[in-house]
C-alpha cells in the first residue's frame, strides 16, 4: 500500500446530505492534495495544503469545503451535491512543495461518490 | 491551451510482448514529466519520471523516452505482464510555475494472456 489511506471507500449521497471525506497519510508528508477523477476525464486538481496551510483552491465549488487539522490529516467537507459531482475523489501526499523527483505523489485508493 | 494528451486510450497487447504508450504535451516550458499507473479500484501508483536535461531513463522493465523536439513522450514496458493491466496517465510540470503536475486523461492497457 501507499500509506495514504482514504473513508469511506465508496458513498452514496442525496444531494440535500451532508458528508465528509477522509484522508489519512502515514509518511510524515508536509504536503496534501484532493483531486477529482471523473471517466474519461483528466485528473483534476481540486485543493492543495501545505504544512496545513491552503496553497491553492482551483476555482472549485463552494459545495466541497476542505479542512486540514495536521499534516496527517485532510478532509473534504461535502454539502448540497449535485449528481454531476459524482466521481471518484482522489487524496494524494507529497514530501513538500513543489513536485520534483524528490516529491513524488502518493495517493490513496479513493473514495468512489455517488449523488442521487 | 496548453495540455497533455494521449494518442490512444486503448492498448490491447499479448503477454510478453513490449508495450508503448505515448503521450503529447504542448507546454515547451515543460521541464518535468512522469507516468503513473492506475489499477482498477486504487488510485495512481508513481512509476517513473524523467527530467528535461535527459533524453531516456530506464527503471525496472520500463523505460520512458523524452523527444522535446516534438514534445512527445512515451513510456516502454518490456515484456508485458496481466499484472501491468492498467489505465496509464503521463504527467507534466513547469519547474518554477505551478507546483502542481498537469495529467492527461490516460491510457488503459490490456494485456491479454
Known amino acids: 500500500e501507499t500509506g495514504v489511506t482514504q473513508t469511506p471507500r465508496h458513498l452514496v449521497m442525496g444531494m440535500t446530505n451532508k458528508k465528509s471525506l477522509k484522508c489519512e497519510q502515514h509518511?510524515?508528508?508536509?504536503?496534501m492534495y484532493w483531486y477529482k477523477q471523473s471517466a474519461k476525464k483528466p485528473l483534476e486538481l481540486m485543493f492543495v495544503?501545505?504544512?496545513?496551510?491552503?496553497?491553492e483552491n482551483n476555482s472549485v465549488p463552494s459545495r466541497f469545503s476542505p479542512e486540514c487539522p495536521n499534516s496527517s490529516h485532510l478532509f473534504l467537507h461535502l454539502h448540497t451535491l449535485q449528481p454531476e459531482d459524482s466521481a471518484l475523489y482522489l487524496c494524494?501526499?507529497?514530501?513538500?512543495?513543489?513536485?520534483?523527483?524528490?516529491?513524488?505523489?502518493?495517493f490513496g485508493p479513493g473514495t468512489r461518490l455517488t449523488v442521487t | 491551451g496548453e495540455s497533455v494528451g494521449l494518442h490512444l486510450p486503448t492498448l490491447s497487447v499479448q503477454e510478453g510482448d513490449n508495450s508503448i504508450i505515448n503521450c503529447a504535451y504542448s507546454?515547451?516550458?515543460?521541464?518535468?514529466f512522469i507516468w503513473y499507473k492506475q489499477e482498477s479500484g486504487k488510485g495512481p501508483q508513481f512509476i517513473i519520471d524523467?527530467?528535461?536535461?535527459?533524453d531516456k531513463r530506464q527503471g525496472q522493465r520500463v523505460t520512458v523516452l523524452l523527444n522535446k523536439t516534438v514534445k512527445h513522450l512515451s513510456l516502454q514496458i518490456a515484456a508485458t505482464q496481466p499484472g501491468d493491466s492498467a489505465v496509464y496517465f503521463c504527467?507534466?510540470?513547469?519547474?518554477?510555475?505551478?507546483?502542481?503536475?498537469?495529467f492527461g486523461r490516460g491510457t488503459s492497457l490490456i494485456v491479454h494472456p
Open positions: 494524494a501526499s507529497s514530501q513538500d512543495l513543489p513536485i520534483s523527483s524528490s516529491y513524488e505523489q502518493y
Open positions: 509518511l510524515g508528508h508536509n504536503a
Open positions: 495544503y501545505s504544512l496545513e496551510e491552503r496553497v
Open positions: 507546454n515547451s516550458a515543460s521541464d518535468y
Open positions: 524523467i527530467r528535461s536535461n535527459m
Open positions: 504527467a507534466e510540470n513547469k519547474s518554477g510555475g505551478s507546483y502542481i503536475p498537469t
